[in-house]
């Protein structure tokens, strides 16, 4: 009775672990995917920058690696890399690798959007004075306020799936929810995995569901998703 007691207890402590590790990667991954995705749109549509076009290709190609292999890469890249901070064993590597995954998804909402502001807004606030940080943040946040809620969204549920390239880079300390939904699985716990796949099935259906409503607003729908940025 005192082993199955103490068994729970140490089963719930690292549920709530990798439920916390989850929430806090998919938070912070949506943030940052957001601003570098905001940034990246407006460079290669609203500006003649040279390279432009090399920019949004860049941004795109995590999109064509399977997670596994840039899980890998991530690794190797720490490995060999004469880095003067550790990074395995921390949130940090976990972080760049969701982030890296997430950039395709957030720039493929934020391109259509960012191309249906009208030129002529930013061109009078800069003829009134304005700076171009003002002008980003009195014109472009708000008309851009549903892309970046909808990028926001759909990198977290990203982020908070991710097995393939979570299984190379986590440690005992910072295991995520799909590492840990996998190990229970891997140990025979199936009722537990399946309680907790109800629980993460529900909550990713609201925010694709969110998603999908939001980015309705600003005509990208789900089957279009990647079609936007070549519009």
């Given at each position: 009775?005192?082993?199955?007691?103490?068994?729970?207890?140490?089963?719930?402590?690292?549920?709530?672990?990798?439920?916390?590790?989850?929430?806090?990667?998919?938070?912070?991954?949506?943030?940052?995917?957001?601003?570098?995705?905001?940034?990246?749109?407006?460079?290669?549509?609203?500006?003649?920058?040279?390279?432009?076009?090399?920019?949004?290709?860049?941004?795109?190609?995590?999109i064509?690696?399977?997670?596994?292999?840039?899980?890998?890469?991530?690794?190797?890249?720490?490995?060999?890399?004469?880095?003067?901070?550790?990074?395995y064993?921390?949130?940090v590597?976990?972080?760049?690798?969701?982030?890296?995954?997430?950039?395709?998804?957030?720039?493929?909402?934020?391109?259509?959007?960012?191309?249906?502001?009208?030129?002529?807004?930013?061109?009078?606030?800069?003829a009134?004075?304005?700076t171009?940080?003002?002008?980003?943040?009195?014109?472009?946040?708000?008309?851009?306020?549903?892309a970046?809620?909808?990028?926001?969204?759909?990198?977290?549920?990203?982020?908070?799936?991710?097995?393939?390239?979570?299984?190379?880079?986590?440690?005992?300390?910072?295991?995520?929810?799909?590492?840990?939904?996998y190990?229970?699985?891997?140990?025979?716990?199936?009722?537990?995995?399946?309680?907790?796949?109800?629980?993460?099935?529900?909550?990713?259906?609201?925010?694709?569901?969110?998603?999908?409503?939001?980015?309705?607003?600003?005509?990208?729908?789900?089957?279009?998703?990647?079609?936007?940025?070549?519009?």
């Amino acid at each position: 009775m005192k082993r199955s007691s103490v068994v729970h207890a140490a089963l719930a402590a690292s549920l709530v672990g990798s439920l916390e590790h989850s929430v806090i990667l998919a938070v912070s991954a949506g943030v940052i995917v957001t601003v570098i995705c905001s940034l990246v749109a407006y460079i290669t549509v609203k500006t003649k920058i040279r390279g432009r076009g090399l920019l949004d290709g860049l941004t795109t190609v995590p999109i064509a690696v399977p997670s596994i292999i840039l899980g890998v890469g991530v690794l190797y890249w720490y490995l060999v890399a004469p880095l003067p901070f550790h990074l395995y064993g921390t949130l940090v590597i976990l972080l760049l690798a969701f982030v890296t995954i997430g950039l395709p998804y957030g720039l493929r909402y934020m391109t259509p959007a960012m191309a249906q502001v009208k030129d002529e807004l930013e061109e009078a606030a800069t003829a009134s004075g304005a700076t171009w940080l003002q002008s980003f943040r009195r014109i472009y946040l708000p008309l851009l306020a549903s892309a970046l809620l909808a990028s926001f969204l759909y990198t977290m549920i990203v982020a908070f799936r991710e097995i393939s390239a979570a299984v190379f880079l986590y440690s005992p300390k910072t295991q995520v929810m799909s590492v840990e939904i996998y190990n229970l699985w891997s140990n025979g716990s199936y009722p537990v995995v399946a309680a907790l796949g109800i629980v993460l099935l529900v909550v990713l259906a609201v925010l694709i569901l969110l998603a999908r409503i939001i980015a309705s607003r600003f005509g990208v729908g789900g089957k279009n998703l990647f079609q936007g940025g070549q519009e």
